[in-house]
């Protein structure tokens, strides 16, 4: 029903979507690449093999988050679970905010994480007036010594307070480095962003209600299914998509 509503809107974008994958397609290969996903694999520093492993445990992936066993997963066992590390929860599924962010979800945090303690002086939260802004980022100033973590202004769903918890992962990660005069910025985004993933999910399985886990599974799938939409017409930008 859902879809009905909407398809007057998707068919009206269908051929611009098609022609956007086809030039980024088109500018990957006039830089040397053979399509636009190779170009993201480079460019982010991820591994061939890494990726091909992310590939061959699709099913896995889908059976663990089904489960409610990814948390644990990423938090708890020892085994390389690099191969789960997709992009921070953002799905189509409302989740009403239950965190005043930020300084509930620090004051959280810091009761498991000592990091956040140690760190808390150097860690600034900026909010930005710019309506279209999605979500957080942070960013290390060298001068400075210190982490900016930028904000939308009102956060009313659970999406955004993960996306704060993510990125106050990265900010963690970011004085870690420095502390160790480690440049941040040279090592391999793939695992930046799952270590930034494996603090999130360890916030969700200590602080979020089961009711709310549900929804964030949900999306997690959609996150998943579009990630491989993607995969699929970037390789292939000749097929039907709506086939894909």
């Not at 991820?46 to 091909?52: A, S, T």
């Not at 993510?166 to 970011?174: I, N």
């Not at 964030?216 to 039907?240: G, K, M, P, S, W």
Request: charged content about 30%.
């Amino acid at each position: 029903e859902y879809f009905q509503i909407l398809l007057s809107l998707i068919n009206q974008l269908g051929e611009l979507f098609k022609k956007k994958v086809k030039e980024q397609n088109n500018l990957a290969k006039n830089m040397g690449y053979s399509n636009f996903l190779e170009y993201i694999l480079v460019s982010k520093i991820i591994p061939k093999p890494e990726f091909e492993l992310f590939l061959d445990n699709i099913d896995m992936f889908i059976s663990i988050i089904h489960n409610d066993s990814l948390s644990a997963k990423l938090t708890k066992e020892t085994k390389d679970w690099s191969i789960l590390s997709i992009p921070a929860p953002e799905g189509i599924l409302y989740i009403e905010n239950i965190f005043d962010v930020p300084n509930q979800i620090l004051e959280l945090v810091s009761k498991y994480d000592p990091r956040v303690s140690q760190y808390r002086e150097k860690i600034r939260i900026e909010y930005k007036e710019d309506s279209f802004c999605s979500g957080a980022g942070a960013r290390y100033y060298d001068e400075e010594k210190i982490v900016k973590i930028f904000l939308e202004k009102d956060i009313v769903d659970l999406d955004k307070s993960l996306f704060f918890a993510h990125e106050l992962g990265h900010a963690l990660d970011f004085l870690d480095c420095a502390e160790k005069r480690i440049i941040s910025f040279t090592l391999p985004e793939y695992l930046k962003e799952f270590s930034a993933e494996k603090f999130t999910h360890e916030f969700i399985r200590k602080e979020i209600p089961d009711k709310e886990r549900k929804r964030i599974r949900y999306n997690l799938l959609h996150t998943l299914a579009c990630t491989l939409f993607e995969i699929d017409i970037f390789t292939n930008d000749q097929q039907d998509f709506e086939e894909a």
